[in-house]
């Protein structure tokens, strides 16, 4: 079975950084896009971040500067490095990642959850 799973969510002060992991199994990962995307009860899942198969990266304007997405494909593990966060930031943030060429379904974690508090 493919599975993604995050971690590295937590509680972090205003201006803090945070790293948030998202680990896939179950498939070759070297030949999927994937994405962050996080969500507020309530409110719609907002996209964050992409990063492809060739190592593009796009960002939303709310990341741009102050988060990077990254990933390993010998650990099979995509990263999102976020700095200088705002209570704005607070949320569940999922990965995503797809095979755009085999027509297979997206797959989604079950996310990991990130509080900006002082």
């Known amino acids: 079975q493919v599975q993604l799973v995050e971690s590295g969510g937590g509680l972090v002060q205003p201006g803090g950084s945070l790293t948030l992991s998202c680990e896939a199994s179950g498939t070759d990962f070297s030949l999927l896009h994937a994405a962050w995307y996080r969500q507020v009860p309530g409110k719609e899942r907002e996209y964050v971040a992409l990063?492809?198969?060739?190592?593009?990266?796009i960002y939303a304007e709310s990341a741009k500067g102050r988060f990077t997405i990254s990933r390993d494909n010998a650990k099979n593990t995509v990263y999102l490095r976020m700095k200088n966060l705002t209570p704005e930031d607070t949320a569940v943030y999922l990965c995503r990642a797809q095979n755009l060429e085999s027509g297979v379904d997206a797959i989604w974690g079950q996310g990991t959850q990130v509080t900006v508090s002082s």
């Open positions: 990063i492809t198969k060739g190592f593009a990266t």
